[in-house]
């Protein structure tokens, strides 16, 4: 049963798994959209929509916390300034997740994760 199962583990060990979500987040707010799987763009929304909340807020606090996650100060400076003020009138429903079809090689189910305009 999946009662009470918080996150897809994606097949790896959980510094592995951290690693993976904080590199796609970071290339999410810096080109605004991603290619990969499914469920890793699943659980890459999750986090992603979580910083954003975060950088909404704008206080010192909130900027420390995203740096926790977030480790390039250039990238946190951006997505306080640009892509938090974006999403003002918004309560959530940052990104969203297109299905795009199949990989060749593993025949993966593929999508691109982009920030909602």
Sequence with gaps: M???KDHRK????TDQRLALL???V?????HSHIRTT?????????????LITLAKRGDLAARRRVLRQVRDRDLVSHLFEEIAPRY???EGG?????RAGRRQGDDAQMAILELAD
């Design 94 to 98: 940052y990104t969203r997740v297109i």
């Design 88 to 90: 003002e009138g918004r």
């Design 2 to 4: 999946r009662h009470r």
């Design 22 to 24: 904080r590199s796609q």
């Design 10 to 13: 994606l097949g790896r060990a």
């Design 38 to 50: 499914v469920e890793k763009a699943k659980e890459t929304q999750r986090l992603a929509e979580k």
């Design 26 to 30: 970071d290339s999410l707010f810096r």
